[in-house]
């Protein structure tokens, strides 16, 4: 063991498959122990890493828990992060044994023959082979096409110039600066390294069926050495993760390419295995523990000692082993710009149905430019799926041998799998993959084999919910976001404090070169929020989730990377999408136009669709003829065109309207009141904003292989390559701008328009004028809803109204504005006066169903 920790990985993530963001880090947390050096462990007491089993598994346990929580107004969210019911608990064990009797290849080393179904349910013990349905699934070894060098599938230009190095002039002083802990932290600088040929495969390394164990059945063989009072803990621990899985993979090698390889192998075997070794070297310390787990195994019927199937993976097979900062290989694979990738995981999404089940697929990684080069943070995503060398089938490990990271080799960036400390010959070879999921069913189905004493327990990691987005809950609201993007449309330029932002996160030419100002200066204020949740975010997390403070700290941090990571890959999807429509994105025009005075008299009063307009023909059909001529000419005499103060003058006339008609008799379909309140909300709304919607478009197709997939989807929908064409609709820009954090949307305008209901875009008029025969419950209007209502506006004024009561929406606003948006922009309180009135105003009629 080397007495440096390992360096921080760089630059490198892993995707699964579709559905997730990943974050760098954010787990790492984990960590703390993880880069804690063996000698430092032994020091720990057995008792105390007891404890600290249960906490990691605790932790688990509560994170999926946590999951099910109510989720904020975000419609942008990924859908299947709150379906599932499914826990790492001991009741999803009965489904899982049901699935388990299914597998006929599974060899059971029970002597008596006994099924597993004879496990208890409601046993809660930590250790024993007990796993959740995913694990059971066969991993899937896919066949790929062996590359290489990279091959880029689109924008081959842009693709190459996000790979190429550029470092800083100041390269040199600034790595010493780094070295002596004196530069700052975020600005990764670009590693460079010599070029060294990969390890031969069939020579240095070989390609191999491998087996894990899960961190119950780590905790049982501790268990089961309980007695062996002259091996310390580091020594068990040290047993299992070397000698024992490294005899595993050896003991099971041959099934490599057989077709017959089993998905759960019995630990017996390979205990004996080792025990005879050891005897042979008369290394008898070995023999006793072996004996002792043996006797284990023998009396303790009713516990699992199992390894499971991981599929391929990758061993070391020279004699000397490796040495520590070895390169191993690269990871190769297809190049995709991230809109594109995405447009490809909107396509099979929208082949698998949406289905929640996950897919089995692992094989993409982000490869992300250091935001210490010159030109700046950029990423784009590596995919092993189709095209590939022997590296994507390298496992994860939570303690692994070698890191997965960004380094710069003759110019150009690659991703280099690199080992981290010495590796033996037999062993393994692993990375962390660093990855998180948004998705429960898919951070459940990754339950981890590697087996080692800091395993998380799955090798996901869940985010997007939870304390994590608390802080964006808070003050990253749907409105929060408009006033940025407000502010960002009008000034229309990027100042030098937006640059010097921007440069502190690492963001510079790469990725914004070529955006309208608008953009730049949007970007510029979204870091700035990224930059305020990294400091609050800490004590969340501290709060919410019971961490230790260093562990909270580096989860921030990962969330920080998130963030950034997923403002770059938004706007390469708008950039993408404004290319396609204007040619130079740089004559994109801001999305939100103010309106004028004589636009908001138009939009009100007396333009064509107006909401007076759609007053008057909704109330048509249940006002006689000369009531509604009456108060028709009366709206012309009202029309505030003309005056000196056009907004003073059109509030007065609105609020004149609210009085006039909140007296005309009201019945359960026509409801006077209810329009004139909303008259009055409309007549304090200060501003109103113009959606300037773009072309759509629909992009040349991506091609969706069955692999793609996953074995699932792959059956029903047969052989042969899926065409999927991605349409970007009008909005999609602001769309995807507002939900800039999220990537799972395929329609984020959709999602947009569902989020600014009531609080962006007030109710249509129209809602109050229905054609229903009858009263219904949906329709009252009475004091709950009034309350209702201002609830919503004094305490959640940033929350979608809901959609089944009264008001109706239109679902494709053309204009924003409302009192809420309002305070917003000027960082006030609501309007006292407009509050006041509506909870004050005597009530004119009482329906059914009113209360
Ligand atoms: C990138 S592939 C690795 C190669 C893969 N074993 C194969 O046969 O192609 C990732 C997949 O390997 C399996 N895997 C990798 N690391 C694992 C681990 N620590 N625990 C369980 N399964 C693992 C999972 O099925 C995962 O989806």
């Not at 388990?100 to 409601?122: T, Y």
Request: aromatic share 8%; net charge negative.
């Amino acid at each position: 063991m080397g007495t440096s920790s390992p360096p921080k990985p760089r630059g490198i993530t892993r995707r699964r498959c579709g559905r997730s963001v990943t974050i760098a880090q954010i787990l790492k947390p984990s960590s703390r122990q993880q880069r804690q050096s063996f000698s430092e462990i032994a020091k720990v007491t057995e008792y105390a890493s007891d404890l600290e089993i249960r906490r990691r598994l605790s932790i688990l346990n509560k994170k999926s828990m946590d999951s099910d929580s109510e989720t904020s107004d975000d419609f942008g969210g990924s859908p299947e992060s709150s379906r599932s019911e499914s826990k790492i608990t001991v009741s999803d064990t009965k489904s899982d044994l049901g699935l388990q009797q299914d597998q006929s290849v599974i060899s059971n080393s029970r002597e008596d023959g006994s099924s597993m179904a004879d496990e208890s349910f409601d046993d809660d013990r930590e250790w024993g082979a007990r796993m959740t349905k995913a694990n059971l699934v066969p991993p899937v070894t896919r066949k790929y096409e062996v590359i290489d060098q990279y091959v880029i599938v689109a924008d081959e230009d842009a693709v190459r110039r996000k790979m190429q190095v550029s470092l800083p002039e100041d390269y040199a002083e600034k790595l010493t600066a780094q070295r002596n802990g004196a530069e700052e932290v975020d600005m990764e600088l670009p590693e460079v390294k010599d070029y060294k040929p990969r390890k031969k495969l069939g020579d240095e390394v070989i390609k191999q069926e491998v087996y894990g164990i899960d961190p119950y059945t780590h905790n049982l063989l501790l268990d089961s050495m309980a007695e062996e009072s002259d091996w310390s803990l580091l020594d068990k621990h040290l047993f299992i993760e070397d000698v024992l899985l490294r005899s595993l993979n050896k003991q099971i090698r041959h099934f490599t390419g057989t077709g017959i390889t089993p998905m759960i192998y019995p630990l017996q075997p390979v205990i004996e295995e080792i025990e005879r070794t050891a005897e042979d070297d008369h290394d008898f310390r070995t023999v006793r523990v072996c004996r002792a787990i043996l006797r284990a195994i023998d009396s303790r019927r009713e516990d699992k000692y199992v390894a499971y199937r991981k599929g391929l993976g990758v061993v070391c097979n020279k004699q000397e082993g490796f040495g520590e900062d070895d390169f191993v290989v690269e990871f190769l694979g297809e190049v995709y710009p991230t809109w594109k990738w995405f447009e490809k995981q909107d396509g099979i999404r929208s082949l698998q149905k949406n289905n929640k089940d996950p897919a089995l697929e692992f094989d993409s990684i982000y490869l992300e430019r250091p935001k210490g080069d010159a030109d700046g943070y950029d990423l784009v995503v590596v995919d092993a799926m189709h095209k590939a060398n022997y590296s994507s089938r390298i496992c994860h490990s939570c303690r692994p041998n070698c890191e997965a990271k960004v380094t710069a080799v003759d110019g150009r960036y690659q991703v280099g799998i690199y080992s981290v400390r010495k590796i033996q010959y037999g062993e393994e070879i692993t990375f962390d993959y660093n990855s998180v999921s948004e998705s429960k069913e898919e951070y459940e189905a990754s339950v981890c084999l590697c087996g080692s004493q800091v395993c998380r327990g799955s090798y996901l990691n869940l985010t997007g919910e939870g304390a994590f987005q608390k802080v964006l809950e808070e003050w990253h609201g749907i409105l929060d976001r408009h006033q940025l993007m407000i502010e960002s449309c009008e000034v229309n330029s990027v100042s030098e404090e937006d640059y010097y932002d921007l440069g502190r996160a690492g963001l510079g030419s790469c990725l914004l070169g070529g955006l309208p100002a608008w953009l730049i200066a949007y970007s510029a204020r979204l870091v700035r929020f990224i930059n305020s949740e990294r400091t609050k975010l800490p004590v969340v997390i501290l709060t919410h989730n019971l961490e230790e403070k260093s562990d909270a700290e580096v989860q921030a941090e990962g969330v920080y990377n998130q963030r950034l990571r997923n403002l770059a890959v938004t706007l390469d999807k708008v950039r993408y999408v404004m290319r396609c429509i204007f040619g130079d994105p740089k004559k994109a025009p801001p999305p939100l136009v103010r309106l004028s005075p004589k636009e908001v008299v138009s939009f009100l009063w007396k333009g064509e669709g107006s909401l007076v307009e759609e007053l008057l023909q909704c109330m048509a059909p249940h006002v006689d003829d000369n009531v509604l001529n009456d108060l028709k000419s009366k709206i012309l005499d009202h029309d505030p065109s003309g005056s000196d103060d056009i907004l003073k003058e059109l509030k007065r006339s609105l609020l004149w309207l609210r009085d006039e008609i909140r007296y005309l008799p009201c019945t359960y379909k026509c409801r006077h009141d209810a329009a004139a309140d909303l008259i009055h909300v409309y007549a304090y709304t200060k501003c109103f904003f113009k959606i300037q919607g773009y072309k759509s478009v629909t992009s040349p197709p991506v091609y969706i292989s069955p692999l793609d997939l996953g074995p699932k989807f792959s059956k029903k929908l047969g052989p042969g390559s899926h065409e999927y064409r991605k349409t970007y609709g009008e909005n999609y820009c602001l769309g995807q701008l507002i939900f800039w954090q999220i990537q799972t949307n395929t329609e984020p305008d959709g999602s947009l328009f569902r989020a600014s209901r009531g609080c962006l875009s007030l109710p249509d008029i129209g809602s109050f004028y229905a054609e229903v025969q009858k009263p219904s419950r949906q329709r009252v209007y009475g004091p709950k809803t009034i309350r209702f209502m201002l609830g919503r506006m004094e305490k959640q004024p940033q929350r979608p109204w809901p959609k089944d009561r009264i008001w109706s929406f239109s679902s494709s606003p053309k204009v924003f504005g409302s009192p809420m948006l309002d305070a917003v922009l000027n960082n006030t309180v609501m309007d006292r006066e407009m509050v006041h009135w509506l909870k004050n105003r005597p009530p004119v009629f009482q329906a059914m169903w009113d209360r």
